[in-house]
C-alpha cells in the first residue's frame, strides 16, 4: 500500500495501537449516553471518569480540574471567551507567536470593549522580557503564551512568565497542544491558571481535547444545555473519543519516560542530522538556538517557495508542511516568522518537518536526499526562467 | 437471546450501526490525516472523505453541501444557531420566540442571551404537546428577530408543524431555527419546500457516534451567524477547529443509510411501538404523553398512575429506558415537557418514556410487556392511594392530614 513518509507529526499523529483497542468497545457494544441512568449510561460515565483521571495525571493536575471539550480550539475559545465574559473589560495579552485559535478569541473580546495586546518575541521566537514588561504595565487581566509554538517548536520560559503575570494580578493560560507528550507539562508547576491540551497531537483521536482549568478561575461557558462537564461545557460527552484521550496521554507519558532512558538515536538526533544537511544546503533553520521541541525543524531555502518544495515533496512520496496545517488555505506568510523579523519573502519560502516516535533514520535520510534533490531542480528552473 | 438490559432508549443515544462503524475505523486508523493539510495526499483524502459525508448530510435533507457546517454535535449546533443568529441580527431586535418544550440546549441558550439584554417568550404548548400557531402569532413582535422550534421533541415524540412555522417567519422576516437532532431518520426533511433558515443534526440519534453533529445554514435567502468558535477559519470561518474525519466519515454513512432506509424502517417500528402501546394499555389508569397522530413511530411516552416513579424505574431494570431526557436526569425534578402539557408532579414522576430503534426485536417489546404488567401489578398492590382509588375515592377530596 503506498503510503507518503510521514513528517508532519505537528500537524496531527497517527493513532496508537493501544488506543485504538481503548476506543472500539465505545463504537461498538458499549454506546449508552453518559448521562442516561441505566447500565448503559452508568459504563459510558465510569469510562470517562477513569479517562480523567488518566489526563490529569498526565499533567499533574487534579481530575475536577479537566474539563473535556472537543479539541484544542475549543478549549482555548473557552478559556479566553468564558474567563472574559465573568470579568470586567480589560486587557487581554497574547504572544505575538500564538496559534489563531488563541489570537483570534483573543482579538474577538474587543468587541466586547476589551483591549488586545500582543506580546513581542525576539528573533528567534522567544518573548522578550521587555516586551512582557511594557504589557504588564497595563495590568492585562487576561493573558495567554504557548508552551511550544507549532511551527518553529520554541519553548516558552511558561513558569517565569506565569509568575510575572500573576504578579500584577492576571489570569495566566498556555496552549500545551504541541508540548504534550514531547516535554514534562506538569500543570502545577507551570503555575499556570488554565492549560489547553488536545487528543490528536499525541496518538489519540481527533475530536478530543481538554481546558486544564484552577477552580478559582471562574469560566462562562461557551456552549450551553444540559450541563455536562459541571456544567463549564454542555453536549453528550464522546465517550470513544475521550477513552482514546485518557490512553494516549498515558502512552505519551510513558514514552516520554522511556526517551529519558534512551542514548542513541532519539528524535533530536535525527532532527539535528537533517538540520546539519539543510545548513549545508545554505537553508536558513529557524529558532535554531532557542531552546526547542525536539522533533521540529523550520526552515527556509531563499528563492525556493515553500508551497511548491512541499507539493514537490508530496509527489516524491514524503508529507510535510509549510506553515501549520490550520492555515495553510491561507497565502499569507507565516505569522509567526513576521513577528520574529523574518522578511516576508523568506517566510513564504518556509518549510516545516515535525518527526515522531515512528519515524526511522532511514526516512529521514531519504527525505534529505529527495529535498536536496527537489531544491537543485527548482533552483534549475529558476536560473533558467532568469 | 435477549440480552439485557433490553435497550429501548434509542432517543438518549443510538448504537453505532455496525456500517458506520466500518466506515469510520480506516479513517480513524491508516488515513489519519489532518483535513486541512493542504501539502500532502494524507490531508487531501481526509478533506475528500469530509466532503462526501458533507453531500451525504445535505441529501438525507435535501439541502446544499454548502449549508452544511460540522460541528461537535447538536447541543453545539444549537448554540452556534441561536447565539450566532441574534448576535449577527441584534441591529433589527432582540426578541427571541420558543417553546417551554425544547431541549436544554435551547432553552439555557435562550437564558444565557436574556442574560446578555435580549428578551424571549417562551410559549407554552397544547396539552397534546403541540404548538398554538394562534399563540405564537400572538407573540410575535416587531423586534422579534429568532423563533426556535424542535421539529420532534426528544421526551415525547411529538412533531411540530414545522412548515407552517416557517411561512410565518418568512413573511415576517424572521429568521427560524429547528433543532431535528431528533428527526433525522424518523421524519421526512426537505430542506428546499421547508422555509427553515437554520437547522440542528446530531449523528448519535441516528447510529452515527458521538461528538459529531451539523448545522445547515440556509444560502437562499442568505441567512448570516455570528460565528462562536474562532481560530484557524474552518468551515468558512463559521466554525474553526480541526475537522475529526472519522467521526464526519461516521455522521456521512448514517445519514445515508437513514436516506436509504427510513420508509422501510419506520413501518417496522411503527408496528412495534403500536404492539407495545397496545401491551401496555390494557392496563388501568395508563397515560400516553403527547398527541399519538403528530408523533414519530419510535416515541412512547408514558404514565402510569399510582405508581412511584423511581420504584418503577428501579423495578424495570432488565429494560433501559429513561423517565425525563437523558440530558437532566442528574436532577430528579419531575420532567418539565410533562409538566407542560399539564401533568401533574406525581404523573410526571411516573412517566416511562420507551423509544425503540433499528435494532429492537419482537421479543424484546413481548418482554416489556409482560415486564411492566407484572411490576405495575406489584407496585400497586403495595399502593394505599390505589387502593383508595379501587374502593372508588375521590383522591381529590381527601383531606390530608400532615403528621
Known sequence: ?386 | MLKFPIYLDYSATTPVDPRVAEAMIPWLTEHFGNPASRSHAYGWEAEQAVEDARGHVAALVNADPREIIWTSGATESNNLAIKGAAQFYKGKGKHLITLKTEHKAVLDTVRELERQGFEATYLDVQENGLIDLEALKAAIRPDTIVVSVMMVNNEIGVVQPIAEIGELCREKGIVFHVDAAQATGKVEIDLDSLKVDLMSFSAHKTYGPKGVGALYVRRKPRVRLEAQMHGGGHERGLRSGTLPTHQIVGMGEAFRIAREEMNAENGRIRRLRDKLLAGLQDMDEVYVNGDLTHRVPHNLNISFAYVEGESLIMAIKDVAVSSGSACTSASLEPSYVLRALGRNDELAHSSIRFSIGRFTTEEEVDFTIDLLHRKISKLRELSPLWEMVQEGIDLNTVQWAAH
Open chain 1, 1 to 386: 500500500m503506498f503510503a507518503p513518509v510521514y513528517l508532519d507529526w505537528n500537524a496531527t499523529t497517527p493513532l496508537d495501537e493501544a488506543v485504538r483497542e481503548a476506543m472500539l468497545p465505545w463504537l461498538g457494544m458499549r454506546f449508552g449516553n453518559a448521562s442516561s441512568r441505566h447500565e448503559y449510561g452508568r459504563q459510558a460515565r465510569a469510562a470517562i471518569d477513569e479517562a480523567r483521571a488518566r489526563v490529569a495525571a498526565a499533567v499533574g493536575a487534579h481530575p475536577t480540574e479537566v474539563v473535556f471539550t472537543s479539541g484544542g480550539s475549543e478549549a482555548n475559545n473557552l478559556f479566553i471567551k468564558g474567563a472574559a465574559a465573568l470579568l470586567k473589560p480589560g486587557t487581554v495579552a497574547v504572544s505575538a507567536v500564538e496559534h489563531p485559535c488563541v489570537r483570534e478569541p483573543a482579538r474577538q473580546l474587543r468587541r466586547n470593549g476589551w483591549l488586545f495586546e500582543e506580546i513581542a518575541v525576539d528573533a528567534e521566537g522567544r518573548v522578550e522580557g521587555s516586551a512582557l514588561t511594557a504589557v504588564l504595565s497595563h495590568k492585562p487581566a487576561l493573558c495567554s503564551v504557548m508552551l511550544a509554538n507549532n511551527e518553529t517548536g520554541v519553548l516558552q520560559d511558561v513558569p517565569a512568565l506565569a509568575a510575572r503575570v500573576r504578579g500584577v494580578g492576571g489570569w495566566f493560560h498556555t496552549d500545551g497542544v504541541q508540548a504534550l507528550g514531547k516535554v514534562p507539562v506538569r500543570f502545577r508547576e507551570l503555575g499556570v491558571h488554565a492549560l489547553t491540551v488536545s487528543a490528536h497531537k499525541i496518538g489519540g483521536p481527533l475530536g478530543a481535547g481538554a481546558l486544564v482549568v484552577d477552580k478559582r478561575l471562574e469560566l462562562a461557558p461557551l456552549i450551553a444545555g444540559g450541563g455536562q462537564e459541571r456544567g463549564l461545557r454542555s453536549g453528550t460527552e464522546n465517550v470513544a473519543a475521550i477513552v482514546g484521550f485518557g490512553v494516549a496521554c498515558e502512552q505519551a507519558l510513558a514514552r516520554i519516560e522511556a526517551r529519558k532512558a534512551e542514548a542513541a538515536c532519539t528524535l533530536k538526533t535525527l532532527r539535528d542530522a537533517l538540520e546539519a544537511d539543510l545548513i549545508e544546503a545554505g537553508a536558513s533553520v529557524f529558532s535554531r538556538g532557542a531552546p526547542r521541541l525536539d522533533n521540529t525543524c523550520f526552515f527556509a531555502i531563499e528563492g525556493v517557495d515553500g508551497e511548491t518544495l512541499v507539493a514537490r515533496l508530496d509527489r516524491a512520496g514524503f508529507a510535510i508542511a509549510s506553515g501549520s496545517a490550520c492555515s495553510s488555505a491561507s497565502p499569507e506568510p507565516s505569522h509567526t516568522l513576521l513577528a520574529m523579523g523574518v522578511p516576508a519573502a523568506l517566510a513564504r519560502s518556509a518549510v516545516r518537518v515535525s518527526l515522531g516516535h515512528r519515524t526511522t533514520a532511514d526516512e529521514v535520510q531519504r527525505f534529505a536526499t529527495a529535498l536536496l534533490q527537489q531544491v537543485n531542480e527548482l533552483k534549475q528552473l529558476t536560473a533558467m526562467a532568469v
